[in-house]
């Protein structure tokens, strides 16, 4: 990772804190281990100060790992191609394996504990295992793996982050979970309950997506709108909702997660520190009252989600 990057991402996660935001989540996969590495750097001092997640599973290819350590010298070649991650030759790119085996995240976790520059990891996952991955009878074995580096210190909670939250429904029948992670906002609802069954089990509610993954922008158009997603009309009648409240449609989304029972943690991108104090404006917003928090459900119930899932 350059310097100039490095030093922007460590002001802006000390910008986080200050602000008084103190959950961080990152994975072994994000930028092939920069994202972690980054952490470690800027909380080394603070390490008591936050709360740090973090996943395991995903295996990165050969190729992948040696485009990582080469990764400085090609940035401006690539730069100057105009190369993007979506027009990469698949033979570079690479396809991405998982594997849960308790040998690979023994060894998953000791990396990110390097570095992450800590001994211990409060919030362990395990990344986006498949229905498939959860059904299997290795999976139990999994789980014993994460309660016995539970009880050495290397790690103080365990969960999945799963793609959708049905994934951690058919993990928490599988065995005990302390969280689960999944979408969750006003574009991806809860239809099924599974948030309340979950907080009376006393697992804890990692939300994502909070912000539709940049659906909810006000700058996008109704043309652009239409082109990206099926949710294009629900978005438009949100917008309508936020502007009849003289709320943004930031403002909006975070509260409907703040004030949504069961939910732990809402997650939110912040790449500057400009980002941050867009966050903590919507945060600082005044919650939803209880008319506003309805009006939000009613736009759910009225677009059917199976056909409007992207």
Same mark, same amino acid.
């Given at each position: 990772?350059?310097?100039? %990057?490095?030093? #922007?991402?460590?002001? %802006? @996660?000390?910008?986080?804190?200050?602000?008084?935001?103190?959950?961080? +989540?990152?994975?072994?996969?994000?930028?092939?281990?920069?994202?972690?590495?980054?952490?470690?750097?800027?909380?080394?001092?603070?390490?008591?100060?936050?709360?740090?997640?973090?996943?395991?599973?995903?295996?990165?290819?050969?190729?992948?790992?040696?485009?990582?350590?080469?990764?400085?010298?090609?940035?401006?070649?690539?730069?100057?191609?105009?190369?993007?991650?979506?027009?990469?030759?698949?033979?570079?790119?690479?396809?991405?394996?998982? +594997?849960?085996?308790?040998?690979?995240?023994?060894?998953?976790?000791?990396?990110? !504990?390097?570095?992450? #520059?800590?001994?211990?990891? +409060?919030?362990?996952?395990?990344?986006?295992?498949?229905?498939?991955?959860?059904?299997? +009878?290795?999976?139990?074995?999994?789980?014993? @793996?994460?309660?016995?580096?539970?009880?050495?210190?290397?790690?103080?909670?365990?969960?999945?982050?799963?793609?959708?939250?049905? &994934?951690?429904?058919?993990? #928490?029948?599988?065995? $005990?979970?302390?969280?689960?992670?999944?979408?969750?906002?006003?574009? &991806?609802?809860?239809?099924?309950?599974?948030?309340?069954?979950?907080?009376?089990?006393?697992?804890?509610?990692?939300?994502?997506?909070?912000?539709?993954?940049?659906? @909810?922008?006000?700058?996008?158009?109704?043309?652009? @709108?239409?082109?990206?997603?099926?949710?294009?009309?629900?978005? !438009?009648?949100?917008?309508?909702?936020? $502007?009849?409240?003289?709320?943004?449609?930031?403002?909006?989304?975070?509260?409907?997660?703040?004030? %949504?029972?069961?939910?732990?943690?809402?997650?939110?991108?912040?790449?500057?520190?400009?980002?941050?104090? &867009?966050?903590?404006?919507?945060?600082?917003?005044?919650?939803? %009252?209880?008319?506003?928090?309805?009006?939000?459900?009613?736009?759910?119930?009225?677009?059917?989600?199976? $056909?409007?899932?992207?």
């Amino acid at each position: 990772m350059a310097r100039g %990057t490095t030093d #922007s991402g460590i002001s %802006t @996660l000390h910008a986080a804190v200050d602000a008084g935001i103190n959950f961080f +989540d990152t994975a072994d996969m994000y930028s092939q281990g920069e994202g972690e590495a980054l952490i470690g750097r800027a909380f080394r001092d603070r390490r008591d100060k936050v709360i740090i997640a973090s996943k395991g599973g995903y295996l990165l290819p050969a190729r992948r790992q040696l485009m990582a350590r080469v990764k400085p010298l090609l940035r401006p070649i690539v730069r100057f191609l105009g190369i993007t991650r979506e027009n990469l030759p698949s033979g570079i790119s690479g396809q991405l394996a998982q +594997d849960f085996s308790p040998g690979h995240l023994t060894n998953a976790l000791d990396a990110s !504990l390097r570095r992450l #520059s800590t001994n211990y990891i +409060d919030v362990y996952q395990l990344h986006s295992p498949s229905q498939s991955d959860i059904a299997s +009878d290795s999976f139990l074995e999994t789980l014993h @793996l994460l309660q016995k580096l539970q009880k050495a210190g290397k790690i103080r909670h365990y969960g999945v982050a799963g793609d959708w939250l049905e &994934d951690g429904e058919s993990a #928490s029948h599988r065995g $005990a979970l302390h969280s689960v992670q999944g979408p969750f906002g006003l574009l &991806d609802p809860d239809p099924n309950g599974l948030l309340r069954a979950w907080r009376d089990k006393g697992i804890g509610v990692i939300a994502r997506g909070c912000f539709g993954g940049g659906l @909810l922008k006000e700058s996008l158009t109704e043309s652009e @709108l239409r082109q990206r997603t099926p949710k294009c009309d629900w978005i !438009l009648a949100l917008r309508r909702l936020a $502007a009849e409240r003289q709320r943004s449609m930031m403002d909006l989304a975070l509260q409907y997660c703040l004030r %949504t029972p069961g939910i732990a943690v809402t997650l939110l991108g912040m790449r500057t520190v400009e980002h941050v104090r &867009d966050n903590i404006r919507a945060y600082q917003a005044k919650p939803l %009252t209880d008319e506003e928090f309805v009006a939000c459900a009613e736009l759910q119930r009225a677009f059917p989600q199976p $056909a409007l899932r992207s």
